[in-house]
């Protein structure tokens, strides 16, 4: 879970200081911090409600005995 956190968080980083300027220039720095804080409070609280979020693991086909 930790590697596909990070994939992600640094996969779209540069994305994001991409286009913090021209947001910061059109809504201001205000709307757009605010905005930011909001998304990574709730991003996370979001996806915890995701059922198959709290059981992401690999699973083992369990074994069937040959009859």
Request: glycine share 6%; net charge negative.
């Amino acid at each position: 879970m930790s590697s596909l956190d990070f994939l992600t968080s640094y996969g779209l980083a540069p994305l994001g200081l991409a286009l913090f300027v021209p947001a910061i220039e059109t809504f201001g720095a205000t709307a757009v911090l605010g905005t930011s804080a909001l998304v990574c409070f709730l991003a996370p609280a979001l996806a915890a409600t995701v059922p198959s979020a709290r059981d992401f693991a690999h699973r083992r086909p369990t074994p069937t005995a040959d009859v």
